[in-house]
């Protein structure tokens, strides 16, 4: 069974960029399509990206588009999300998750990632 764990969250002014990684253990790594997701206080868990097996396919939310890039190197069992131009509005808590999928198809439905991460805090202040 993967496990994942988050880090890199933290205190940052607006404007500023953030990485977060997902660092997997316990499996192979390379048979699973991984996501971010982010919960910001009182709202529901919102799909960011995901990318696919290979790296071959991402898929990006809409709004999600040109701020966010997702990376993954299966070498060192690691997703990065890379953010640029953070506002706070992206305060949140960031959970990567992964999905048993090699088949190059990722969806945005939360109830495709069985597996989850702890999370990783983000702030940004204005």
């Known amino acids: 069974q993967v496990q994942l764990a988050e880090s890199g969250g933290k205190l940052v002014a607006a404007g500023e960029s953030l990485s977060l990684s997902c660092v997997a253990s316990?499996?192979?790594?390379?048979?699973?399509?991984v996501a971010w997701f982010r919960q910001a206080p009182g709202k529901e868990r919102e799909f960011l990206v995901a990318?696919?097996?290979?790296?071959?396919?991402?898929l990006y939310a809409d709004s999600k588009k040109g701020r966010f890039t997702i990376s993954r190197n299966n070498g060192e069992n690691t997703v990065n999300l890379q953010m640029t131009s953070l506002k706070p509005e992206d305060t949140a808590v960031y959970y990567c998750?992964?999905?048993?999928?090699?088949?190059?198809?990722?969806?945005?439905?939360?109830?495709?990632?069985?597996?989850w991460g702890q999370g990783t805090q983000v702030t940004v202040s204005s």
């Open positions: 990318i696919s097996w290979n790296a071959g396919r991402t």
């Open positions: 316990g499996h192979t790594f390379d048979s699973y399509a």
């Open positions: 998750a992964a999905d048993l999928n090699r088949s190059g198809v990722m969806v945005e439905e939360i109830n495709e990632y069985t597996i």
